[in-house]
C-alpha cells in the first residue's frame, strides 16, 4: 500500500523532524491517499477500514513521539477526525450538494425529498425520502447509505443556507451514534 510506503518514510525522518513538520508531512502525502474518492470506497469492508484507522494511528504516534496515547487523543491533539468520520462528513457534503443542484444530474436524480400533498415534519427539517427495496444489496448502496447518513444529521445543519455554511457546521457533527461492525473501528 502507498500509504504504508510513505509512513515508513516519515518514520525514518521522524527523529530529525518537528512534530508540527512531521504533521503537515502526514497531511500532505499520506493522508491525501484517504481523502481520495472516498465515497467510492467506504464500503470496504470492517477488516479494511480498522486496518486504515491503524494505519493512521500508528502515523499520529510517530508524528507526535506518543507511543503511549490513545487514537482519539492523538486525533483531538493532531485536530483531524478519524478516517471513517471524515468519508461520513464528505458524503454529506455531496448530499447537500446535490439537493442543492450543485453536482451532476445523474447524482441529484438519486436524492428525492418527501412529495406529500399534506404537511410533515421530515418537509421541514430538510430529511430525504428513499424507496428502499428487499434486497440486502439493495440496502448497502451508495443511495440509500448517504440517505440515512443525511437524515442523521441535526436539523440545523440539514438547513444550512449555503454549502460554506454547511461545510463550517459539518465540522463539528461528530458522526452518528452507530454500533455496526463498521462502525466500531476503535477496539484495536
Given amino acids: ?21 512531521k504533521l ?3 497531511k500532505s502525502f499520506i493522508l491525501s491517499n484517504f481523502n481520495y474518492c472516498p465515497a467510492v470506497w467506504h464500503h470496504c469492508g470492517s477488516t479494511n477500514t480498522r486496518n486504515l484507522e491503524r494505519l493512521q494511528y500508528r502515523a499520529l504516534k510517530y508524528v507526535f513521539n ?15 477526525p478519524s478516517l471513517h468520520l471524515s468519508r461520513l462528513r464528505l458524503i454529506a457534503c455531496e448530499v447537500f450538494k446535490a439537493i442543492n443542484q450543485n453536482s451532476p444530474k445523474f447524482i441529484q436524480s438519486m436524492f428525492s425529498k418527501p412529495s ?42 440539514r438547513l444550512a443556507s449555503n454549502f460554506p455554511a ?4 459539518i465540522k463539528n457533527w461528530q458522526g452518528p451514534v452507530c454500533k455496526c461492525s463498521l462502525c466500531n473501528f476503535y477496539s484495536f
Fill in 24 to 26: 503537515l508531512l502526514y
Fill in 66 to 80: 506518543d507511543f503511549n496515547a490513545s487514537y482519539e487523543s492523538l486525533l483531538v491533539l493532531s485536530n483531524l
Fill in 166 to 169: 454547511f461545510k463550517r457546521m
Fill in 116 to 157: 406529500h400533498s399534506y404537511a410533515l415534519r421530515s418537509v421541514k427539517t430538510n430529511k430525504l425520502c428513499v424507496h428502499q427495496s428487499s434486497s440486502t444489496k439493495a440496502s448497502q448502496s451508495f443511495q440509500i447509505f448517504s440517505v440515512n447518513i443525511w437524515n442523521s444529521l441535526p436539523s440545523d445543519i
Fill in 1 to 21: 500500500m502507498k500509504a504504508s510506503r510513505q509512513l515508513n518514510c516519515l518514520i525514518r525522518l521522524s527523529r530529525t523532524l518537528s512534530p508540527d513538520v
